[in-house]
């Protein structure tokens, strides 16, 4: 039977779950660079024109 304190080292000693933190923070990062670079040329960046000229549109 394990005791407390060796589970504690045990749990510590797991780097499974850092390194799938890391992977998904390098993933969302690379989506955020994708997205920033895509957006002013296509289809978002059209999209998101087309709602500022509407809103421009529709103040007095």
Sequence with gaps: MKTIMNKVIGFFADEKGAETAEWAVIVGLLIAIGLVVYAP????????????????NAIP
């Design 41 to 56: 040329a296509g289809p978002i960046g059209t999209a998101v024109a087309g709602v500022g000229t509407s809103i421009a």
